[in-house]
Antibody, heavy 124, light 111 residues
């Protein structure tokens, strides 16, 4: 059974760096083809993909946020960490991590298991 | 503005059939990249509904079906039930952006 859970601060100040941790179970990020992604959703708005890391440490970022994001993994702890710098009130959102898998091309894979999400508010 | 365009809302009476469209372009759906669909009940995390254009994960009722043609994809829901009231999102890959992309979401109201 695959589960994921996000953790981190619920409130950050503008200009600060946000660090979120995704702790998962039921799979290993050392297994070929497996990935974990981060997706966010501002209140009342649509989902937005942020970043993705694969079992082999390949990482990918949303082009609009690439300069502010860093995704890393700790296979021994079953964790994936997302850092986002220069936080702004517009970054207020629920942040989700999700298991990224599927057959065939890496471009055609999907997010099949999601964490419950964590709401991060950016305010002074 | 989302790269994948969905209608903001659709509605239908219980038992009816509704479809939700997801319109892309030659750099995403039209380029042959798969479309996936997620259901999000308000206040909860998204749930995978359809993957690889038309495949249902285990546990998803066969009332839900997906299709793709050209630069668009569609999600069809037959035999509408009150529990289907949720937001629905399509997702694909865009080669121009080098990014996984989501549609703007469609709110389904069961009348």
């Amino acid at each position: 059974q695959i589960t994921l859970k996000e953790s981190g601060p619920t409130l950050v100040k503008p200009t600060q760096t946000l660090t979120l941790t995704c702790t998962f179970s039921g799979f290993s990020l050392s297994t070929s083809g497996v990935g974990v992604g981060w997706i966010r959703q501002p209140p009342g708005k649509a989902l937005e993909w942020l970043a993705l890391i694969y079992w082999d440490d390949d990482d990918y970022y949303s082009p609009s946020l690439k300069s502010r994001l860093t995704i890393t993994k700790d296979t021994s702890k079953n964790q994936v960490v997302l850092k986002m710098t220069s936080m702004d009130p517009v970054d207020t959102a629920t942040y989700y991590c999700a298991h990224y898998y599927g057959s065939g091309s890496y471009f055609n894979r999907h997010f099949d298991y999601w964490g419950q999400g964590t709401l991060v508010t950016v305010s002074s | 503005q989302s790269v994948l365009t969905q209608p903001p809302s659709v509605s239908g009476a219980p038992g009816q059939r509704v479809t939700i469209s997801c319109t892309g372009s030659s750099s995403n759906i039209g380029a042959g990249y798969d479309v996936h669909w997620y259901q999000q009940v308000p206040g909860t995390a998204p749930k995978l509904l359809i993957y690889g254009n038309s495949n249902r994960p285990s546990g998803v009722p066969d009332r839900f079906s997906g299709s793709k043609s050209g630069t668009s994809a569609s999600l069809a829901i037959t035999g509408l039930q009150a529990e289907d009231e949720a937001d629905y999102y399509c997702q694909s890959y865009d080669s121009s952006l080098s990014a996984r992309v989501f549609g703007g979401g469609t709110k389904l109201t069961v009348l």
